[in-house]
């Protein structure tokens, strides 16, 4: 009987740790015993015999305290770390900045001064001269040199962020994809220009300002189309931080300008039209030099390829951030411009109109070094995002921002205790009169408009929809 027990097998469930087990017959016990047996002293020789299986399992040992460690910080909740801009970070961003911002102030001013010059040379000959090129000056503004600028802005995003990251094929991509599209742009834009004196007449200006401002804009269609390659290869160098190519270009255009201007207004007698051919010879000038170091140099080797079926893929991309672009940049321009324009309708339509586009011209001055702030610290945050710091970005916005301030207050102070800046632009004592009672004014559109374009420069560096495309890569 007792011997049929020990013979008879007994099924036993031994559960492991989860719900699943397994069934031994008690006949073979002895056999898992001794299997478990041999297992054991197999393992207390590995522990006496390597080191390394004591610090990765007493707890005193190193590996042992990491390991404690790890589980500590997995169980304690994370402290979040808050970044702080320390000053030397401040100092080194700070001469960064400069290096980039000052040259491209010089740019900007030098660009639009260009413009400026014809408006000073056409201003001395006649009232009604200043009065016409003023609201041609305006008018283009509004409708075709606003609008190119707006939609090169878009490359501030592109370029930018891809050459951070490294992608040279794409940055050459948009550059030339842009200076097609602007190009086609500029075709729809000088036809407009053409009937320019019948659309002013229409809203009600003076006929004799709108022939003189439609004469002028004629003989500005070159610069039309000049500007339409100009503002991409801008964007082109800096975005590459190759702002020295650009500064002694604009500059040497400019040098090259005032001469040329003065010559064609007064000493060939061309008037108003001389001044507008001045412009297109200048803009064109610019290009060529730019299109030559763009060839020529080897800092322009890796971003200079021409890639076609690259370029028209690029074009929707393009537009989708290029006409956000525009439209910030021509609503920027357009509330001042339509100012000039709508000073046509006042009693005295010559004197007002020479008053505001004198004022609005000093104030535009100031915006362009605004502008060159602003994309110095454009292509400081696209480059920085690009390459995947955005805590560096969020150091140059704060050093952009301290510099924007400082500039404007002084700028504002000395414009509201000097008086003798609308003599520059008219020798007529009542002009100028009326130009010193507008100075506050001027001050304060001034501090405005200046923090509004650097920060219009910053929007234009930051690309939300690129930075997820790279987040998810």
């Given amino acids: 009987m007792g011997e049929e027990r020990g013979q008879q097998t007994v099924n036993k469930r031994i559960h492991g740790t989860g719900d699943i087990g397994y069934e031994v017959d008690r006949g073979d016990d002895r056999l898992v015993l001794a299997a478990h047996s041999a297992f054991l002293s197999f393992s207390c020789h590995l522990f006496i015999q390597n080191p390394s299986f004591q610090s990765a399992l007493l707890p005193g040992s190193s590996t042992g305290k990491h390991r404690e460690r790890r589980m500590d910080q997995t169980l304690l909740p994370k402290e979040e770390k808050r970044w702080v801009l320390t000053w030397d970070a401040f100092v080194e961003e700070l001469r960064r900045v400069s290096c980039l911002a000052a040259p491209m102030v010089v740019v900007s001013v030098t660009l639009y001064l260009l413009q400026v010059v014809s408006v000073i040379m056409a201003g001395h000959l006649s009232e009604l001269s200043l009065s016409g090129v003023s609201m041609a000056t305006s008018f283009t503004n509004v409708t075709g040199f606003s609008l190119l600028g707006g939609f090169s802005g878009g490359l501030e995003t ?69 500007f339409a390659v100009l503002q991409p290869l801008l964007r082109y160098f800096q975005t590459q931080s190759l702002i020295y190519p650009i500064l002694v270009s604009t500059c040497a255009a400019l040098c090259f300008h005032i001469p040329l201007c003065w010559a064609l207004v007064y000493k060939w007698e061309l008037g108003n039209i001389g001044g507008a051919l001045s412009i297109g010879v200048s803009y064109w000038l610019n290009v060529i030099f730019l299109v030559l170091y763009m060839v020529f140099s080897s800092s322009c080797e890796k971003t200079r390829g021409l890639y076609w079926d690259d370029i ?9 951030f290029a006409f956000p672009s525009a439209v910030m940049i021509c609503l920027e321009w357009w509330i001042y411009e339509l100012v000039i324009l709508l ?12 008053v505001l586009s004198i004022c609005l011209a000093t104030t535009t001055l100031h915006y362009y070094v605004q502008y060159g702030i602003g994309a110095a610290g454009s292509t400081r945050i696209s480059n920085e995002l690009g390459a995947g710091n955005p805590q560096a970005a969020q150091a140059v916005v704060q050093v952009v921002l301290i510099m924007s301030l400082v500039e404007v207050v002084a700028v504002s102070l000395i414009l509201f205790c000097r008086h003798i800046f609308g003599y520059a632009f008219s020798s007529e004592k009542r002009v100028v009169d009326y130009v010193d009672e507008l100075a506050p004014l001027m001050c304060l559109s001034i501090i405005m408009e200046g923090l509004q374009a650097v920060l219009s420069g910053h929007a234009n560096a930051i690309n939300p929809e690129e930075n997820k495309e790279k987040g998810k890569q």
């Avoid at 000073?343 to 020479?354: A, E, I």
């Fill in 158 to 226: 592109l370029c930018g962020q891809t050459y951070g990251a490294g992608q040279y094929k794409k940055f050459g991509s948009y550059t030339y994809c842009a200076i097609i599209s602007l190009i086609v742009i500029s075709i729809p834009v000088s036809v407009i220009w053409t009937f320019m004196d019948r659309l002013l007449i229409a809203v009600g200006i003076d006929s004799e300002i709108s022939a003189v401002a439609c004469k002028y804009a004629i003989w500005l269609v070159p610069a039309l189309f000049a």
């Fill in 312 to 320: 028209f893929s690029s074009i929707n991309k393009f537009f989708r």
């Fill in 343 to 354: 000073s046509g309708l006042l009693p005295d339509p010559k004197l007002q109109t020479s």
